[in-house]
């Protein structure tokens, strides 16, 4: 059973670009998660998806940062128009219920 | 909203020894906490989850309790290996909604021969 997969594992973008991470979870995992962890600090939480349906954005900025979870296809963590601020490791994780979460290994987002 | 606190504090132990690491929360009591393991550069790998019923747990070299009273949990790694050194994250549940985990910044453990 393979695990969380992220692509890619690292990318840049110039300000104002768009970023997109992708996110596949662990087979059979229908709740996902995305987290942004900024140098030195802790894993902070954004966003909780299960198939076609946002559960639970309260850790997503308002504006420039969207996610979805497609029928089909991996989960998407989209930032539009990106600034320097926004350069952290962002995570994805997966579970089959409620508790215990399945991490995968992170995207890397540098902003120059 | 919950606030966590772990040891921001390096702890060095020697090979062989009981490590203890410390997480402190505040607010409300969770129904159940977790430990996970993070090596630079790489995602967290859960660890274990104790209930709020349930005072210790075991999974091989590793011994979690949880103290609701106080608000702190204890996680022990014995006879530690230098394999163990990595970051330890202490995370609980969202209030109401479960789902979305709390993580403390973490301790970094590190184990010398």
């Known amino acids: 059973n393979a695990g969380v997969m992220q692509n890619p594992r690292h990318l840049v973008r110039r300000r104002g670009q768009e970023a997109r991470l992708r996110c596949s979870p662990m087979?059979?995992?229908?709740?996902v998660y995305w987290y942004r962890q900024l140098p030195e600090e802790g894993l902070k939480f954004m966003v909780y998806l299960q198939k076609e349906n946002i559960i639970d954005e309260s850790g997503m900025p308002k504006e420039r940062f969207s996610a979805e979870f497609p029928k089909e296809g991996p989960s998407i963590l989209r930032i539009q128009q990106v600034v320097r601020g926004d350069s952290a490791a962002y995570f994805c994780?997966?579970?089959?219920?409620?508790?215990?979460?399945?991490f995968g290994p992170g995207t890397r987002l540098t902003v120059t | 909203s919950q606030k966590i606190e772990q040891n921001s504090e390096a702890l060095n132990i020697q090979e062989g020894k009981t490590a203890t690491l410390t997480c402190n929360y505040t607010n409300y009591s969770p129904a159940y906490l977790q430990w996970y393991r993070q090596d630079p550069g790489r995602g967290p790998v859960f660890l274990l989850l104790?209930?709020?019923?349930?005072k210790e747990k075991r999974k091989e070299r590793l011994k979690v309790t949880f103290d609701t009273t106080l608000k702190q949990s204890l996680f022990h790694i014995t006879a530690s290996q230098p394999a163990d050194s990595a970051t330890y994250l202490c995370a609980l549940p969202g209030a109401g909604t479960a789902s979305k985990l709390t993580f403390g910044t973490g301790t970094r453990l590190q184990v010398t021969l």
């Open positions: 087979k059979g995992h229908s709740h």
């Open positions: 104790i209930r709020e019923n349930e």
């Open positions: 994780a997966s579970s089959p219920a409620r508790e215990e979460q399945y």
